[in-house]
């Protein structure tokens, strides 16, 4: 047993992985988070001031969370307790406020570390807050996902949210540096590679030095291209979860570049989703969404051509059928645009439950009995073809009442011209009225 322990390299003396070896030893030596650390930064003011709270910190994987809490426990004297939401339950917790409450008795205070906080359950959640309270411990919890949505307000109300960065370009390169330096060699890439190694890393600092440390024991000779590079690495996807935050936020993302008309940007972020494996369908659907909310009639052909990609995408599927997505993504950024339809929905509803359940005046009511017609049903309708313009002018909206203006279209693409034929109406049922008040 013991040869196959040390043959797997999990004896006491073996070497560390690149990435703990290189875990900074004091907080200036985090990279990338500079905004939480600076003197006047969030955490900056606190050690400062020599009082540290208890703390959410909220970032992607790879960006210092874990490395922040041991720090700020030795800078606050504190004993670093480390748990992880998805191993631990109920009664691993009971057992490190036991050991907290006998360490603070002690003059000893706690740091709990919980990583993947948002793990726990919401009764789980709520077993903190008695001991975030009374200074049990000071809890600070890790988590790649929006506290707003997986953490309960009672905890969050006792806490302070951070906001950890994606380690940017710069940040990645500091992080090569010192690897190098550690490893008394320089990485085996060409400048191509080694920005491309960056990309890779997709803001995950851990990611970036694991992968430094295979390239280190390849024993390369010569400098690795791009290709050699994902060969020797296999890229791996992008950081993306169909049913969390970030999928809303490219979503979102595209559908706001739609609306900006920014084409290329709305091409960046459908190319985005759809590398990460995100349904066609879905992006179809916002896409049909999209030209009904933001186009409207401003140009009525956005719609077709949005349910055009739908059609295309399910009878060809991936990827032939994705060109169409492409298409109607180029038409709807490019297309006039135009939410008065979607206004004149809202402005439609509202005026609907505020006048409850009026009846329609008489004149457009149909009339198939005799009674109907003896109590003013149909009375005096004006069939529109039989007028002199095609237009009555007649009152449609409840005799109780007043006419209101619900849709408004804009002075842009299809929708300037149906503004045209409002105003002729509206100037029309004017004179009309006044032609018969004279008369």
Not at 33 to 61: V, Y
Not at 236 to 250: I, Q
Request: glycine share 8%.
């Amino acid at each position: 047993m013991s040869n196959l322990f040390q043959s797997a390299g999990l004896e006491k003396q073996a070497p560390r992985p690149l990435a703990d070896r290189l875990r900074p030893k004091k907080l200036e030596d985090v990279v990338g988070q500079d905004h939480l650390l600076c003197t006047t930064g969030p955490l900056g003011r606190m050690i400062a001031g020599g009082k540290l709270t208890s703390l959410i910190l909220w970032g992607p994987p790879g960006t210092g969370k874990t490395t922040i809490a041991r720090l700020l426990a030795d800078y606050g004297g504190l004993h670093f307790e480390q748990i992880s939401a998805v191993f631990s339950g109920v009664a691993d917790l009971k057992r490190v406020f036991e050991a907290a409450r006998k360490r603070r008795e002690t003059g000893k205070g706690t740091l709990l570390f919980v990583d993947e906080i948002h793990r726990f359950n919401r009764s789980q959640q709520d077993g903190f807050l008695p001991y975030v309270e009374d200074g049990t411990v000071i809890l600070i919890g890790a988590t790649t996902e929006n506290p707003s949505f997986e953490l309960n307000a009672a905890l969050l109300s006792r806490v302070q949210v951070l906001v950890l960065n994606r380690l940017d370009e710069a940040a990645l390169d500091r992080l090569l540096v010192r690897s190098e330096k550690v490893e008394k060699q320089s990485l085996p890439l060409d400048e191509d590679a080694r920005a491309a190694l960056k990309a890779m890393a997709d803001g995950d600092g851990r990611y970036l030095l694991n992968c430094a440390e295979t390239l280190f024991a390849s024993g390369a000779q010569e400098p690795f291209g791009v290709a050699d590079l994902v060969t020797v690495l296999q890229r791996r996807a992008p950081v993306y979860d169909k049913d969390r935050e970030e999928h809303y936020n490219l979503i979102s993302a595209l559908h706001k570049s739609l609306r900006g008309s920014d084409v290329d940007a709305a091409l960046y972020w459908l190319a985005r989703m759809l590398n990460a494996g995100e349904d066609p369908l879905y992006v179809t659907r916002r896409l049909v969404r999209f030209a009904a909310e933001d186009i409207g009639l401003a140009d009525p052909n956005a719609l077709v051509l949005a349910l055009a990609a739908k059609d295309m995408y399910d009878f060809l599927g991936s990827p032939e059928g994705e060109l169409g997505i492409v298409q109607a993504a180029i038409y709807l950024a490019t297309a006039p645009k135009s939410n008065a339809a979607y206004g004149a929905e809202k402005a439609a509803r509202k005026a609907a439950r505020e006048t409850g359940s009026l009846m329609p005046p008489k004149h457009i009511l149909n009339a198939p009995t005799k009674l109907m017609k003896e109590i003013g049903y149909g009375k005096d309708y004006a069939y529109d073809h039989n007028t002199e313009h095609g237009f009555s002018g007649r009152n449609y909206f409840p005799d109780e009442m007043e006419r209101r203006s619900l849709y408004t279209p804009v002075e842009r693409g299809f929708e300037r011209e149906i503004k045209k034929r409002l105003d002729y109406w509206t100037k029309l049922r004017q004179d009309l009225a006044d032609k018969d008040e004279q008369g």
